[in-house]
């Protein structure tokens, strides 16, 4: 039996296993909890919430006033009666050791009263939303939507509550947080009450799982997935089967660069933002163009930076902290220092972080792994300033860099004797953003955020290579080549978001509404010099090119969006509706190095509008059903509409490609369906979805020919070589469709946040290529996640034991590329808190030395690729961290 099969049988017995246990304790918790409403249930209308660092981290994400929880209490009486009135049933039954002296309204007026939830981060939900405040325990990586957290507080006796005050001082409940997503509704919402799916990752994981990218922070999520290059680094995310510049990246709603793709020349966007700058990133999955316009396709990775709060505590007037993590697959430490600091209404917060590395571990022989040296350093300030109790303005200045020296190895060498690569990424900003928060306002706007920003960022490559014969007239003797390839993303712009709380009848309405303008200026040059190694002499003139050249004209995009959106809630129903315009406009500026070779720019301005319409139905206090259409759209990038390349050296093939003025945006039209489960001691989570696509866009299909003389037939060979010109394009090509299911969920053996859980997740997603009638090449593996995580009652330490199987993805029958089997991993994480200021945090995985190839690297290599081992994962690997705070 070969280690493969051995662990996946160990998954398939540990899974059984978890799952009957899981099945039996829920079984018997349930059966608990109906018959009796015993004191556990309380938790789903209470509200007894500790402080917390996560919620620290998201109080500026959520930027609502103590007032306005108070407001939304008092407000949504309708739904609060019906858990007053579930409260009731259950304080009534408690047993008499158990019950208070106070009668059953009075025992649970405290909990759900406004005064528990004054630490919710930031502020509350507008009046017309009553936020019933639960603690949340996270699950593995971040808190996911599809699976809402049970509560984590039960009722306490009066006894049990003067243990509870004096220990007070000394516990802090980390699990017992209220996660907040600000992206699936551009307005903080609870994420286990968002009719979508959105996984939420604070400053607590980040730090706990030690995250240093987006391969790292979405390593147990199942569906989403990050392509990694092992010369240009992380490409991009996966989401639902979508990927590339179908997802949208945005940093505190400010677009990162798309990706670039061309020839040998590979830009990714996984490598442009700094974790150690983060407050949170959230990932929503499925079509988000009602709220952000073109990309927002498949799905949206939403980065929000770090605030001086995030690090200060409410009193403080200064906070630091410093870190080290040791990365044994790289070799490198990730040092990173922090500080912040408050004077009167002043505050802000300072970041330096320096990482390096080489290359990864593998199984790889070492005639195909290539020498690699890294290094990054990002310097980051965030200040603010508080004009009045409900208004504040803040600035952020950002410089992100990323160097790397590539030496390719000898059995990687083709055309080549020697090749070395450099490669710079590099992004800059500056952002100025005012925000107005009042719920009491007297007029009808409650809420007000205004931002403008200018974004510098670029990718940098470097290539020098030794090569025994040369082009043109180097040919035959030896040469040195230096290439220079450039890839500029300059962009600014603006947004302006308002909102407005108010009630029409028995309904509780919050209208959003606003307006996002950029513009971004693209330019790619390349260059080039070769140098004959024997003569000295150098030359520009390297066949096809005469350099330098631009294979794309320079262009200026603008977009402009603007967008209405209103959450509703009318007794259990809770509804969202929204409708978002956008117009798309692209200027070209062809210069002599694009059009020397007689290609022709185009020009593009195009529109469209995109619906939503979100229900979700409170069936009880904890099960929830909710369903939503949303309609997608990606607008073509200049590069897609725009190319102009020739090579008309080959003997026996000539090509060229064309840019393409009738390419047409790409569209969808998705449907998703979900249930919720939220109890004490366990919860779930069950979305099935239902994605068409219209449109893709496939870049460089065959779309032709042409001949270079006058001559019918075509000269096809001869002496001369071919005569005929085989043309490119990009083109509207296919129709897709995508469908799934993605489970989760946490038993907890006690409905405190502490001890012992259970953790589950699962996806599955079949897509095909409805034009050529196969299956999409860009669908994930079916993929599950099960854990054992424990957390010590002082909160001193954790662990988590997981365990992770990938399937075997589904091809083409006649596929001859590679296609990876299934494989099952297992890591231990773990932290540990000596004394209050000092944390060590270790990290184990791939415990048993699995080799293994993750599906999206190696998807496009042959079936026999001689260096295909260059593409596996790391064997056993170690992080450990040490963090101080001073």
């Known amino acids: 039996m070969n280690s493969s099969s051995f662990l996946l049988r160990i998954f398939l017995i540990s899974a059984a296993f978890s799952s009957f246990a899981y099945w039996e304790l829920s079984r018997t918790a349930i059966a608990s909890i109906l018959p009796t409403a015993g004191s556990e249930a309380l938790a789903k209308g209470s509200d007894t919430i500790e402080k917390t660092p996560s919620e620290e981290s998201t109080a500026l994400s959520s930027v609502w006033s103590e007032s306005q929880i108070s407001n ?92 509870a005050d004096e220990e007070s001082d000394d516990i802090e409940f980390v699990g017992d947080t ?79 660069p798309e990706r670039f793709e061309f020839g040998p020349f590979n830009l990714g966007r996984g490598d442009f933002v700094d974790f150690a700058t983060l407050q949170a990133v959230e990932v929503l999955r499925g079509p988000a163009s009602t709220l952000y316009g073109s990309d927002a396709l498949g799905g949206v990775v939403s980065y929000r930076s770090l605030e001086p709060r995030d690090l200060l505590g409410e009193d403080d007037d200064f906070a630091a902290d410093v870190s080290t993590t040791f990365l044994s697959e790289t070799g490198g430490f990730d040092n990173v220092g922090r500080l912040a600091f408050r004077q009167d209404d002043e505050e802000g917060v300072l970041v330096i972080s320096r990482r390096d590395g080489r290359e990864p571990d593998s199984f790889a022989d070492s005639e195909f792994v290539d020498s690699l040296d890294s290094e990054g350093t990002t310097f980051y300030g965030n200040f603010v300033g508080h004009l009045s109790p409900v208004s504040r303005v803040s600035f952020i200045a950002e410089d992100f860099s990323r160097f790397t020296r590539r030496n390719e190895a000898a059995g990687n060498l083709t055309l080549n004797l020697t090749e070395e690569e450099d490669i710079l990424i590099d992004r800059s900003r500056l952002s100025l953003t005012y925000e107005y ?92 010099t070769q140098t004959n190694l024997i003569t000295g002499e150098s030359t520009n003139v390297i066949p096809p090119d005469v350099f330098p050249v631009k294979d794309f004209p320079d262009g200026d995009t603008l977009r402009v969006g603007a967008y209405i959106q209103d959450e509703i809630e009318i007794g259990q129903f809770d509804i969202i509706a929204g409708l978002r315009f956008d117009y798309y406009d692209l200027q070209t500026d062809p210069d002599e190095d694009f059009s020397r070779n007689g290609a022709e720019s185009v020009d593009l301005d195009a529109s469209a509008l995109s619906p939503r319409l979100a229900v979700l139905y409170q069936a009880s206090p904890a099960i929830s059903l909710y369903g939503q259409y949303a309609r997608g759209f990606r607008a073509p990038l200049y590069s897609e509409i725009n190319s102009g390349f020739t090579n008309l050296t080959g003997r026996f093939f000539k090509y060229e490609t064309l840019s393409n003025p009738d390419l047409e945006p790409e569209t969808s039209n998705s449907f998703e369906v ?42 096809r ?61 860009t669908i994930d593996p079916i993929t599950g ?75 496009n290599q042959p079936e026999d690729a001689p260096d295909i081992q260059r593409f596996s994962q790391p064997g056993t690997n170690v992080r450990l961290g040490v963090s101080y705070r001073f």
């Not at 639902?240 to 997802?247: F, M, P, Q, T, V």
């Not at 992770?804 to 494989?823: H, K, L, N």
């Open 72 to 163: 939304s209490m008092e407000e949504s009486s309708n739904r609060n009666e019906s858990y007053l009135s579930f409260g009731r049933t259950v304080a009534q039954s408690l047993p008499p050791a158990q019950e208070s002296e106070d009668e059953p309204e009075a025992a649970i007026a405290p909990l759900v009263s406004p005064t528990n939830v004054e630490d919710l981060p930031g502020s509350a939900s507008p009046s017309t939303f009553a936020t019933e405040a639960q603690a949340l325990s996270a699950p593995a990586t971040g808190v996911d939507a599809t699976a809402p957290q049970a509560p984590a507080v039960v009722a306490q006796t009066s006894e049990d509550e003067d243990e």
């Open 178 to 256: 209220i996660r907040l997503t600000v992206t699936g509704t551009r307005t903080p919402v609870r994420i286990d009450e968002l009719p979508a799916t959105v996984t939420v990752f604070e400053l607590e994981d980040i730090e706990f799982y030690q995250f240093q990218n987006l391969r790292d922070l979405l390593r147990y999520e199942p569906g989403v997935s990050v392509r990694d290059n092992p010369q240009f680094g992380l490409q991009d995310v996966n989401i639902r089967g979508l990927e590339g510049n179908r997802i949208l990246f945005q940093l505190d709603g400010i677009r990162l």
């Open 437 to 528: 928060d009042d719920p009491d306002s007297p007029s009808f706007l409650n809420y007000a955020r205004g931002q403008i920003f200018y974004q510098d960022a670029g990718t940098r490559e470097i290539l020098r290579e030794t090569r025994a014969s040369g082009a043109g007239a180097f040919t035959g003797q030896p040469v040195f080549r230096e290439t220079e390839n450039e890839f500029i993303a300059d962009s600014f712009g603006g947004d302006v978001q308002l909102r407005s709380d108010f009630t029409t009848g028995s309904a509780n309405h919050r209208l959003t509404y606003g307006v996002d303008v950029s513009s971004t200026f693209n330019t790619r040059p390349r260059d080039r």
């Open 674 to 715: 979900g249930v919720r489960g939220n109890f004490p001691q366990f919860d779930f989570g069950v979305t099935g979805f239902y994605n068409t696509y219209d449109n893709f866009i496939e870049t460089f299909v065959e779309a032709g020919e042409r001949c270079l003389v006058p001559a019918d037939p075509c000269p």
């Open 717 to 777: 060979g001869g002496r001369a070589g071919t005569q005929v010109v085989t043309q490119f394009q990009t083109q509207n090509v296919a129709e897709a469709r995508i469908w799934g299911i993605e489970l989760s969920g946490e038993y907890r053996f006690s409905p405190d946040p502490h001890g012992f859980s259970i953790l589950g997740s699962f996806a599955f997603a079949q897509g095909d290529n409805q034009t050529e009638d196969e299956p999409l090449e």
């Open 785 to 859: 996640v099960l854990g054992l995580r424990y957390r010590a009652p002082d909160d001193r330490w954790r662990a988590e034991f997981l365990s992770t199987f990938v399937g075997e993805a589904r091809v083409a029958d006649d596929s001859d590329r590679f296609t990876p089997d299934a494989y099952v991993l297992f890591d231990l994480i773990g932290s540990y808190n000596p004394i209050p200021d000092l944390g060590l945090s270790l990290g184990i995985y791939n415990l048993f030395n699995e080799e293994y190839y993750v599906y999206s690297d190696v998807r």
